[in-house]
């Protein structure tokens, strides 16, 4: 396979090109660096990634795109590139349609005029706005977003959904639930937490802690993506498009979680308590039925393991983290 993965300085991203150049995959990493968090943190995975090729590009810029596609001639893509953030989408929606719309509707085009086996993209659990029914399944209806950044997640479902019916372009939307762990985005719980901890200050918990989250260590993430690549969905039952919960079907009490981390980077921080803030939600809990079913994965890594990994990680970079975090 030749595998095009964008956002590759992201998070995700960054993990899962590192696992498939591993395996022998021929891999273009590409990403356009914006600034939404310190692209220190950025540059600093990039240079883990080696010699693999990247490409600075913005999806948004549809030539520039089209260029790439005619030269690399891609048979998958595993598109992760996107403006992250549920809070930011309240300041800067703006940046949410340039990327995730504008964006992903190029992406869309090209990969269906260039003949691309199978495209993997990111969507989030953030799709399912305020449900109560829990567990979160694929089937439940997702009409009711949270937060601008959720709809634009369900609104590339649903694009990506017309291009697999109208194209036969063969793709697969994951619903991404909390994904943590080394190299994580210093804008998410535990980069915010164990910063905070390790200073000594206060740990601001929304919602007066009453939060929980499906935490998923990065290695489960990435061993189920690349399970999925090469499971094109079929054509012969309708538009070949499928939808999977990606996590990993165990909500953790915030609280919890940072007892946790607490532990593992044997340092104390007094909670300070606030209301719940504008876009999120209470409680994510994914089923993991379908996804089980068609990779044969289940999570492997615990809340404690995945914990003692991060909190290593962290304090191994911690230089870089504070530079990351104070800008």
Not at 201 to 230: C, K, Q, W
Request: aromatic share 10%; charged share 20%.
């Amino acid at each position: 396979m030749k595998i095009l993965v964008t956002g590759a300085a992201g998070f995700i991203g960054f993990h899962l090109a590192l696992r498939l150049a591993a395996e022998g995959h021929s891999v273009v990493a590409l990403d356009n660096l914006n600034d939404y968090y310190a692209v220190a943190l950025k540059q600093a995975r990039l240079e883990r990634l080696g010699q693999l090729p990247f490409v600075r590009l913005d999806i948004a810029d549809l030539a520039a795109l089209e260029a790439l596609f005619a030269r690399e001639r891609f048979t998958h893509v595993m598109h992760l590139a996107a403006q992250a953030g549920v809070r930011y989408s309240v300041s800067h929606p703006h940046q949410y349609g340039h990327s995730n719309l504008t964006g992903f509707l190029n992406l869309l085009d090209v990969c269906q005029r260039h003949a691309v086996e199978h495209l993997l993209y990111a969507s989030s659990s953030s799709v399912y706005g305020r449900q109560q029914r829990l567990p979160f399944r694929e089937s439940d209806p997702v009409d009711t977003p949270a937060s601008l950044y959720a709809a634009t997640k369900r609104a590339n479902e649903m694009m990506a959904y017309s291009y697999a019916d109208l194209h036969r372009l063969p793709a697969t939307g994951l619903r991404f639930f909390t994904v943590y762990g080394p190299w994580g985005r210093p804008d998410m719980a535990p980069c915010l937490f164990a910063a905070r901890l390790l200073r000594g200050d206060p740990i601001a918990v929304f919602n007066h802690g009453r939060m929980a989250r499906d935490f998923t260590y990065i290695d489960d993430i990435v061993e189920s993506l690349v399970r999925l690549l090469p499971r094109a969905p079929a054509s012969d039952t309708g538009a070949p498009h499928a939808l999977y919960n990606v996590g990993r079907g165990d909500p953790v009490a915030l609280l919890d979680f940072i007892d946790t981390l607490e532990s593992a980077l044997d340092a104390r921080a007094p909670r300070d308590f606030q209301p719940m803030q504008p876009g999120d939600i209470e409680r994510t809990w994914a089923d993991t039925t379908r996804l089980r079913e068609a990779t044969g994965h289940v999570p492997q890594v615990s809340l404690e393991s995945g914990i003692e990994r991060f909190a290593a990680w962290y304090r191994e970079q911690r230089p870089l983290m504070q530079q990351v975090m104070a800008g």
